[in-house]
T-cell receptor, first 114, second 113 residues
């Protein structure tokens, strides 16, 4: 999974604050995916983005969550007004082409909501 | 049970022994993948097997796929302490998108030196 960079690795927020998680894909990859891993659970798909486009956000909660992948800079997963249930590990993955199934994951960002 | 469910939940073996982990799923798939996750770290892609393949090897890893039984197994031969990690299977459902993987809860493998 070398190459997909996520930061911060750990983030602590109080209820009601905002969390911003960043992901830089591997070099040469233009497809980015966000997954969430709740404690004791497997990863669950959230959103798929290409530069400046959201391709599939079927796994994103309808409220408080948003994602972007601007023309320049990293992809950002934004969680507004965080609640304790948002505490999880958020993983970003990237691929060179879309829909090949070969995803390269980052180390994850672990969000703790107090 | 959910799509991509691993069995056993935990496995403890001695170094040098073989480790076998199983994965069952419910719907038809395009492919099935195995990942490793060391504690507190990201996922490392191990191997991908497509629905028309029955067996695949990569180093000390051997993966089988039985689509009639909707199951897969991951065999790690001659295990090492460094193999200690959680192992997840993930499926890409047929008719769906290959990037929308469904993960199980994983098998925690402990290899004792």
């Amino acid at each position: 999974n070398a190459g997909v960079m996520q930061n911060p690795r750990h983030l602590v927020r109080r209820r009601g604050q905002e969390a911003r998680l960043r992901c830089s894909p591997m070099k040469g990859h233009s497809h980015v995916y966000w997954y969430r891993q709740l404690p004791e659970e497997g990863l669950k798909f959230m959103v798929y983005l290409q530069k400046e486009n959201i391709i599939d956000e079927s796994g994103m909660p309808k409220e408080r969550f948003s994602a972007e992948f601007p023309k320049e800079g990293p992809s950002i997963l934004r969680i507004q007004q965080v609640v304790r249930g948002d505490s999880a590990a958020y993983f970003c993955a990237s691929s060179r082409q879309g829909d090949t199934g070969e995803l390269f994951f980052g180390e994850g960002s672990r969000l703790t909501v107090l | 049970s959910q799509q991509g469910e691993e069995d056993p939940q935990a496995l403890s073996i001695q170094e040098g022994e073989n480790a076998t982990m199983n994965c069952s799923y419910k719907t038809s798939i395009n492919n099935l993948q195995w990942y490793r996750q060391n504690s507190g770290r990201g996922l490392v892609h191990l191997i991908l097997i497509r629905s028309n393949e029955r067996e695949k090897h990569s180093g000390r890893l051997r993966v089988t796929l039985d689509t009639s039984k909707k199951s897969s197994s991951l065999l790690i031969t001659a295990s090492r302490a460094a193999d200690t990690a959680s192992y997840f299977c993930a499926t890409a459902n047929s008719g769906g998108s290959n990037y929308k993987l469904t993960f199980g809860k994983g098998t925690l493998l402990t290899v004792n030196p």
